[in-house]
């Protein structure tokens, strides 16, 4: 049986054996939870993050001049793992989650980005997972939708993690989460 646990904090701070990253589908960088994995866990991160998006098929995978990518990368709802690098963490999971005004506001697509880290977590034996809230920042998910999504896919899903770790940046998102585990 999975634990789960709430952290109101930094995800860069926490030791986990992995840490999900919101990523954009680009595994590129960029803001929020994104580029603060990617600054504070140094460039190791980001030469896999090229490394794994050179391996995506071709049509996801376009750039213009100058490098800049214009294919979509990482699906949304799908997960891939790196080094986690300077991080306290032996992986970083990317994820992709959906834009709630984009998506249709699919709740599946949400629950994907947990079920997924959580088969790549159990593809790599890692037994402690430090989740964001996903899609709740700049992708405008609403946090007690999120939140009830996030928790409900976790528990719903098979795993030999140990202990799942939503580490909320604030206030809002840890009242949310709270709510949720009631």
Known sequence: MTTITLVQGDITRESADAIVNAANSSLLGGGGVDGAIHRRGGPAILEECRALRASLPQALNSV????????????????????????????????????????????????????????VADELGARTVA????????????????????VETVRNTPTAVEEVRFVLFDDRAYEAFIRQLG
């Open 64 to 119: 213009r001049a100058g490098g800049t990518p214009i294919g979509k990368g990482l699906a949304t709802g799908k997960a891939v793992a790196t080094t986690a690098g300077e991080l306290d963490a032996r992986w970083v999971i990317h994820t992709v989650g959906p834009v709630y005004q984009v998506s249709g506001s699919d709740p599946a697509l949400l629950a994907s980005c947990y079920r997924e880290s959580l088969r």
């Open 131 to 150: 989740f964001p809230a996903i899609s709740t920042g700049a992708y405008g998910w609403p946090m007690d939708d999120a939140a009830r999504i996030a």
